[in-house]
Nanobody, 126 residues
Framework: QVQLVESGGGSVQAGGSLRLSCAAS????????LGWFRQAPGKEREGVAQ????????YYVESMRGRFTISQGNAKNTIFLQMNSLKPEDTAMYYC???????????????????WGQGTQVTVSS
């Protein structure tokens, strides 16, 4: 059974930082495409960043590049999202997702990611 567990969300003031973690288990392949998405109330889920755990190749939604950094941990299928210079508009539920593919291709279609975590809330106050 595939499980993705996020942690690290919380409440911060604008300009602050947070580091999200995601641990994925039960995936069939040792190398996968893992990513972060977010969804604000009343809005569609949108991509943030994704990384190929086999080769470290990463992709970012352009508006996130520079402030957010995705990385992988030493443990298999563990990724992080370092978020700096947070803004109130970054407030959302952040989800970890897995695409059963050895490499990411930069697609942000939600349907291409088969597995999802429960999400971790990030709230940025002004």
């Amino acid at each position: 059974q595939v499980q993705l567990v996020e942690s690290g969300g919380g409440s911060v003031q604008a300009g602050g930082s947070l580091r999200l973690s995601c641990a994925a288990s039960g995936l069939t392949y040792s190398k996968n495409c893992l990513g972060w998405f977010r969804q604000a109330p009343g809005k569609e889920r949108e991509g943030v960043a994704q990384i190929s755990t086999g080769g470290g190749i990463d992709y970012y939604v352009e508006s996130m590049r520079g402030r957010f950094t995705i990385s992988q941990g030493n443990a298999k299928n563990t990724i992080f999202l370092q978020m700096n210079s947070l803004k109130p508009e970054d407030t959302a539920m952040y989800y970890c997702a897995a695409r059963p593919s050895a490499f990411c291709v930069g697609s942000w279609y939600v349907a291409t990611f088969a597995y999802w975590g429960q999400g971790t809330q990030v709230t940025v106050s002004s």
